[in-house]
Structure formats: structure tokens, C-alpha cells
Nanobody, 119 residues
Framework: QVRVVESGGGLVQAGGSLRLSCVAS????????MGWYRQAPGKQRELVAS???????NYADSVKGRFTISRDNAKNTVNLEMNSLKPEDTAVYYC?????????????WGQGTQVTVSS
């Protein structure tokens, strides 16, 4: 069984910073890409940032230059450093891990962590 658990959300004023962390645990052979998604009330879930096992990153245009994603392959962790936060960054943030097993990829999601940015 695999678990994906996020931590680090909270309430912050506009212009502030937060760091989100995520760890995948359980029976894991290998993890391909890991990423952070977010979903604001009334909106669809969207990709915020992703990172491959080799360290290649991809960011949503709305967070480029403000957010930084990083991972530790040995610890099965991924972090999201969020700076210069804006009220529009308010959302539930979800960690996603794409596990590899017998040539197939299986996505796992965490339960989400709330990020609220006040103006």
C-alpha cells in the first residue's frame, strides 16, 4: 500500500512565503514524476509544478519565478517553495506521485493541504 502525505499549508499574508512538503511511503519501487496541483473553489484542479526523476521541472505560467519545486529521490519527497504569494494562490494543494511498477505508471494523490493567502 502506498501513502502520499502533504504538509506545510496554512494562512499567510500576500507577499509572504510558505513551504509545502510531500512524502510517499509504502511499497515503492520507483517514482517517475512528482508534482503539485491545486484546486480553488469552483475551479478545476490545475498543475502548479512538476519534476521528473532526473530533475527536469515544469511550472504553470502563473507561478513561474515565484515557486520552486524540488525532490529527494532517496527519500521519496517533493517540496514546493512558494514566495511572493498572492490571494489568487489560495487553494487546496495536492501532491501527486507517479509510481512505476512492471512497466506501468500509477498516479497516487495526497489528501491535500489548504493554502490561504490574505490580501
Amino acid at each position: 500500500q502506498v501513502r502520499v502525505v502533504e504538509s506545510g499549508g496554512g494562512l499567510v499574508q500576500a507577499g509572504g512565503s510558505l513551504r509545502l512538503s510531500c512524502v510517499a511511503s509504502g511499497t515503492i519501487f520507483s517514482i517517475n514524476a512528482m508534482g503539485w496541483y491545486r484546486q480553488a473553489p469552483g475551479k478545476q484542479r490545475e498543475l502548479v509544478a512538476s519534476i521528473t526523476r532526473g530533475g527536469s521541472t515544469n511550472y504553470a505560467d502563473s507561478v513561474k519565478g515565484r515557486f520552486t519545486i524540488s525532490r529527494d529521490n532517496a527519500k521519496n519527497t517533493v517540496n514546493l517553495e512558494m514566495n511572493s504569494l498572492k490571494p489568487e494562490d489560495t487553494a487546496v494543494y495536492y501532491c501527486n506521485a507517479r509510481l512505476l511498477s512492471l512497466g506501468s505508471e500509477y498516479p497516487y494523490w495526497g489528501q491535500g493541504t489548504q493554502v490561504t493567502v490574505s490580501s
